[in-house]
Nanobody, 123 residues
């Protein structure tokens, strides 16, 4: 069982930045690939970014490429999402998720989820 707790959300103006964090329980953090997903009101949950077990590989949704950066610290059992040049359309609840095995972008294939943190970008 893995427990995930996100933090760092909030209200920011368009063009601003936020850094989300996701702290994971357990001693085997490096056994898991990590991902960030988001869900805007009235929309389905969608993939944002994912990172391999030791951080050597990352993959992003097209709409965040060049603006968001995912990283992880396996000593602190934490994954981060640095979000720059935020847009109003980035407004959503952002979720951290994890699984063992290959990196995937499909929400239904993730095994554990946090409760999410709300990001609101004002115009």
């Amino acid at each position: 069982q893995v427990q995930l707790v996100e933090s760092g959300g909030g209200l920011v103006q368009a063009g601003g930045s936020l850094r989300l964090s996701c702290a994971a329980s357990g001693r085997t953090f490096s056994s898991y690939v990590m991902g960030w997903f988001r869900q805007a009101p009235g929309k389905e949950r969608e993939f944002v970014a994912t990172i391999s077990r030791y951080g050597g590989n990352t993959y992003y949704a097209d709409f965040v490429k060049g603006r968001f950066t995912i990283s992880r610290d396996n000593v602190k059992n934490t994954v981060y999402l640095q979000m720059n040049s935020l847009k109003p359309e980035d407004t959503a609840v952002y979720y951290c998720a994890t699984r063992q095995g290959a990196m995937v972008i499909t929400p239904s294939r993730m095994d554990y989820w946090g409760r999410g943190t709300l990001v609101t970008v004002s115009s």
